[in-house]
């Protein structure tokens, strides 16, 4: 460091390098005339130490007033006749000598101290950029830090309005839904009765008693079943991505929306391929992104004229993807507005939030697939998704 080490001090104004520069040859002069060191035949090292001192520490005027001193004093005392500035001609050359070396010497100091000076300056310039990388590097670590948070209450924000969306949708369908578990349970109470009757007889009926309690049972896991089915798309939790069969998930959506289908004297039609890959994703995300198209089909049927059908197709496509199709004979797109009705808050509903469609692309794009819709000929709408297969995924 410049403050330990006094060769890097930094450089004495005009003055005092004049004066290094006096006191270095007039040190150098005493200590070469001083008798009991017996230097008066060897001066030339001194003085070039004095040229050294000055230049290094005062730069290169200060060396050349170091440099003139020194020939002079040189020239004075030690060049016979000694005390004289008269020299012998054959002397001459030595006094040219020592001048050529002094110069050579100041100047090699002076640039010495020039490159020591520039690299300490690339030391000091390094270490501030290091330590402002550093910095850097600390700021962009936080600016990560609280990106990744913002991330995460993004994402936990989006499942939210997900699941407020599932929540909104299936208290629309309260009736439906409600007559879809009716259904079993108004069975289950019939097969009761009649099992009750074959056992009631002076001959009990046991055959008939027991297929009546297995219609029973069955009546029973299919309303639990059901039941389960909205609970889940109730659930608050974490997305969780799992193998998921695409024509099964239609089909207990279909199950929990055919009441609602028959509601309007709409007709539902599954064209399900066979031998379907599955898909790595989230079973009620994707259940929800079909309840949303299905039910936007049946709201678009419901005071059209004429037939009423909705058809939900899957299919394999070439490029190790799995479309999926809901069709509909309702009114079809805004016109010139096929794209925006994609976007949030967008509605032609009368009393629609306009996030359905929103939230529907958000999950069939999270999961590395895409949604579009368009127009039917003559009438009518379709709205398809592809989603990549398990191993695309992978």
């Known amino acids: 460091m410049p403050s330990s080490n006094p060769l ?16 270095s040859v007039a040190a150098a002069l005493t200590i070469s005339r001083w008798p009991p060191l017996h230097l008066q035949d060897a001066p030339v090292s001194l003085f070039l130490c004095a040229v050294i001192l000055s230049a290094w520490f005062g730069g290169i005027w ?48 002076v640039a010495q ?12 310039d390094l270490r ?14 936080t600016e990560s830090l609280e990106r990744k948070h913002a991330e995460e209450a993004g994402r936990e924000a989006q499942a939210e309005l997900a699941r407020v969306s599932r929540v909104t949708t299936m208290g629309e369908l309260t009736a439906s839904l409600a007559h ?24 009990p009926n046991i055959e008939e008693a027991r297929a009546a309690a297995s219609r029973i049972v069955k009546d029973g896991k299919r309303a639990a079943e059901i039941v389960s089915r909205i609970r889940q ?3 608050k939790g974490t997305s969780q991505r799992e193998l998921v069969d695409v024509n099964e998930a239609i089909r207990e959506m279909i199950v929990l929306l055919r009441s609602e289908a028959t509601r309007y004297n709409i007709t539902v039609r599954m064209e399900l391929a066979a031998d379907l890959p599955a898909i790595m994703g989230d079973r009620v995300q994707l259940q929800q992104v079909l309840m949303n198209l299905i039910v936007n089909s ?24 799995i479309l999926v199709s809901v069709n509909d004979t309702g009114v079809g797109l805004p016109p010139k507005q096929t794209e925006q009705i994609f976007n949030a808050f967008f509605t032609t509903k009368p009393h629609g939030t306009g996030m359905g469609l929103r939230i529907s692309r958000s999950i069939v794009e999270s999961h590395g697939g895409r949604l579009w819709a368009t127009n039917n ?17 992978e």
């Open 62 to 109: 200060p060396g050349l007033l170091a440099m003139g001193l020194s020939a002079l004093s040189f020239y004075y005392f030690f060049l016979p006749p000694i005390h004289s500035l008269g020299a012998k001609p054959e002397e001459i050359p030595r006094l040219v000598v020592f001048m050529v070396s002094a110069l050579f010497v100041g100047l090699l100091s």
């Open 180 to 203: 879809e578990v009716n259904q079993p349970i108004a069975a289950a109470v019939t097969n009761a009765n009649t099992c009750v009757r074959w056992l009631a007889g002076g001959t």
């Open 113 to 124: 101290r020039s490159a020591t000076e520039s690299l300490r300056r690339a030391r000091d």
């Open 8 to 23: 890097l001090w930094p450089k004495p104004t005009a003055i005092w390098s004049c004066t290094i520069a006096v006191l």
């Open 128 to 141: 501030g950029t290091v330590q402002e990388l550093q910095r850097s590097n600390e700021a962009l670590q």
């Open 377 to 393: 000929s003559p009438r009518g709408a379709s709205f398809c998704f592809s989603l990549p297969t398990a191993e695309a995924h």
């Open 298 to 321: 049946i709201d678009a049927m419901k005071e059209v004229d004429g037939p009423r059908e909705l058809a939900v197709k899957s299919q394999r496509t070439t490029k190790e993807e």
């Open 233 to 235: 798309l109730f659930k």
